[in-house]
Structure formats: C-alpha cells, structure tokens
C-alpha cells in the first residue's frame, strides 16, 4: 500500500493565533477524509475572517483541542522554532498471529504535514506621536492588521490545497466500513528535533522493517 504525503504551506503566526490555524487547517482535512455519515457545520475562527467546515462529531473535537493544547504547550517552551504537526491516517491488520499472541501493525496510507513558523509577538507601547500605538521597533499597530491579513491569505491557500490534494487523490485510499479512518495527530515533543515529531518517526520507522508499517 502506498503512503500519500501532503507537504502543506509553511504558515507565519504568532501564538495567539495557533488554535485557530490548527483547529482550521485539521478539521480541513478530516472532512475531506471522511466517509462516516455527519452533520457538518460551518465555523468561524475568533481572530482570522475564515470560515471552515468541522464533521460535527464531539469526540473528534475534544481530540483535536486536546492535541492543539499539547502544541501550544510546546511552543511556550520552544519559542520562535519552526514545527511541524503531522496528522496520519492508517490501517490495521494483524501481523504473526499466533494461540496466545495477536499483534497489529499500522500501514500508513496518507500524511499531512502542517508547516508552522510560531514567532513571539512583538511588544507595545503608547506613542507621543501622531501614529498613535506602536511598538519598541517603531512599527505601528497597522503592521498587526497587515500581517494577520497576510496570514488569513496563507491560509487560504492551504485550505484550497487541502482540497485540491483531498480531491485528486483517492485511489490509495482503502475500502474501510462507514466510520472515521483510523488515525494519530503527532506533535513536537521536548525530546525531539526542530521538526518535533521526526525523531520520534524516524525511529519507529528504522524498529518497523517496513517504510509505511509502524
């Protein structure tokens, strides 16, 4: 089985803005990946002017507020770093079953990788002068509403390349009953490299014996 991989947009941001892009971005991409029967419902990030779609399933969203904390933890201990959260989609199949043994192995069939550059927002102050607020570099708030325009158009693009992806490939997709495909959400660890979770993928994947068989 062959492993598709989507190597997203490398997004600029600053922390305030990580769970909104994460939820955005996820949810993106579980709707498309989905074949369960949902309810989906439009929703409207707090801080960027972008509306996304989520499936609607409870449990689905508390997993990925949950890992979205996880990262944001992170980034509190590892500012200004480039990362990476990978959402992987995989099978399940029995491997050497034996009387007292039954062991499964993961076949990853598809990879999503979200490129983030989390950069510490920059300090204010009032100003005497005519520009009103600006901060201890001289830029004035204005650069903010510029840059987070920048930012909501970045994304944009990802989510249409999420979908064009979504879209053009499908035949590596395997025939599962109606549910939500299996599935893990990696993200950076105090352990690993610049890219987080690739310490720890690298080794699973040299302990496999097999490039998409964890």
Not at 100 to 106: D, L
Request: charged content about 25%; proline content about 4%.
């Amino acid at each position: 089985m062959n492993c598709e991989t989507c190597q997203l947009k490398e997004l600029v941001l600053e922390p305030t803005e990580i769970r909104d892009v994460l939820r955005c971005i996820l949810h993106t991409i579980f709707f498309h990946r989905t074949l369960s029967l949902v309810r989906p419902k439009d929703v409207d990030c707090d801080l960027l002017d972008i509306t996304y779609v989520q499936c609607g399933l409870a449990e689905l969203e508390k997993e990925v507020d949950e890992k979205i904390d996880q990262f944001i933890a992170w980034v509190d201990k590892h500012p200004n770093r480039r990362s990476q959260v990978c959402l992987s989609f995989f099978d399940e199949k029995n491997k050497n079953p034996g009387w007292f043994v039954n062991k499964t192995e993961r076949i990853y069939w598809e990879q999503w990788f979200i490129n983030l550059h989390v950069m510490s927002p920059k300090r204010y102050s009032k100003s005497n002068s005519s520009k009103g607020v600006t901060n201890f570099g001289g830029n004035t708030l204005e650069e903010t509403s510029s840059r987070r325009a920048a930012l909501e158009s970045s994304l944009n693009e990802v989510l249409f390349q999420i979908i064009n992806f979504a879209n053009e490939k499908k035949d590596h997709i395997p025939a599962i009953p109606d549910r939500i495909f299996n599935h893990e959400i990696m993200i950076p660890s105090s352990s690993d490299s610049v890219f987080g979770w690739n310490t720890d993928v690298i080794r699973r994947v040299l302990n496999s014996g097999h490039p998409y068989s964890l």
